[in-house]
């Protein structure tokens, strides 16, 4: 108790910075991800064909490998960035790559009647889009969505691979300078399942309310 009580102010600190990684890289991946999934269903081939190959490269390849390249690999093209810029860098184009593709399912999922409705009474294609296809892309994607995110805070652990302080790297730490690792990192696990059940019963809620709507 006595090493968990004088760590614990530590693994705070590494809870803020693993919280900071996982909302930022969330937020910017979902701007990103819907860019992508519009590409993905835009009449233009060039613009489909680069969405289509982004997301295969960075839902093909692994998660360390592309925050180890952002971090080591970018300095041999003279761009430096500091260890949390690069991992929030990193997270954000993973996470993008697989928000898309729960975009783009919300999209496609919208009945095509709505489309050809709101055409016949001459709405413009973005109107229709804004009002009508995006809040019920939105209902349809949001489990998705949800899931990816409390999957997305788990994998800013890996961040800890270019030396970023986050809680993953804390609890080594600690494990480290006691030889108590059960401790350090069952305190760890303990703080990740406290914040995915979190963002889960916020989920829950963001769903039941925008089911009612229907």
């Given at each position: 108790m006595d090493l968990l009580a004088g760590a614990l102010p530590m693994l705070l600190q590494g809870l803020g910075v693993t919280v900071l990684l996982g909302v930022a890289s969330f937020?910017?991946?979902s701007l990103l991800g819907a860019l992508i999934a519009l590409a993905r269903i835009s009449d233009f081939r060039v613009l489909r064909a680069v969405a289509i190959s982004y997301v295969s490269v960075f839902r093909?390849?692994?998660l360390l490998i592309q925050i180890m390249l952002l971090y080591f690999g970018l300095p041999q093209l003279g761009i430096q960035l500091a260890p949390i810029p690069s991992a929030i860098l990193a997270l954000t184009l993973f996470s993008a790559a697989y928000l898309s593709e729960n975009f783009r399912g919300g999209i496609l999922g919208v009945d095509k009647g709505q489309w050809e409705a709101s055409s016949s009474i001459g709405m413009p294609y973005w109107?229709?889009?804004r009002r009508i296809v995006?809040?019920?892309?939105?209902?349809?994607?949001t489990p998705a969505v949800g899931s990816r995110f409390i999957a997305l805070m788990k994998d800013t652990?890996?961040?800890s691979?270019?030396?970023v302080v986050e809680l993953t790297r804390v609890a080594e730490s600690v494990g480290n300078a006691s030889f108590r690792y059960m401790e350090a990192f069952l305190v760890a696990a303990l703080m990740y399942w406290m914040i995915n059940t979190v963002?889960?019963?916020?989920?829950?809620m963001l769903e039941r309310r925008l089911g009612r709507a229907y």
């Amino acid at each position: 108790m006595d090493l968990l009580a004088g760590a614990l102010p530590m693994l705070l600190q590494g809870l803020g910075v693993t919280v900071l990684l996982g909302v930022a890289s969330f937020v910017l991946g979902s701007l990103l991800g819907a860019l992508i999934a519009l590409a993905r269903i835009s009449d233009f081939r060039v613009l489909r064909a680069v969405a289509i190959s982004y997301v295969s490269v960075f839902r093909g390849t692994p998660l360390l490998i592309q925050i180890m390249l952002l971090y080591f690999g970018l300095p041999q093209l003279g761009i430096q960035l500091a260890p949390i810029p690069s991992a929030i860098l990193a997270l954000t184009l993973f996470s993008a790559a697989y928000l898309s593709e729960n975009f783009r399912g919300g999209i496609l999922g919208v009945d095509k009647g709505q489309w050809e409705a709101s055409s016949s009474i001459g709405m413009p294609y973005w109107r229709t889009f804004r009002r009508i296809v995006f809040p019920q892309a939105i209902r349809i994607a949001t489990p998705a969505v949800g899931s990816r995110f409390i999957a997305l805070m788990k994998d800013t652990s890996l961040a800890s691979a270019v030396t970023v302080v986050e809680l993953t790297r804390v609890a080594e730490s600690v494990g480290n300078a006691s030889f108590r690792y059960m401790e350090a990192f069952l305190v760890a696990a303990l703080m990740y399942w406290m914040i995915n059940t979190v963002l889960s019963i916020g989920q829950g809620m963001l769903e039941r309310r925008l089911g009612r709507a229907y």
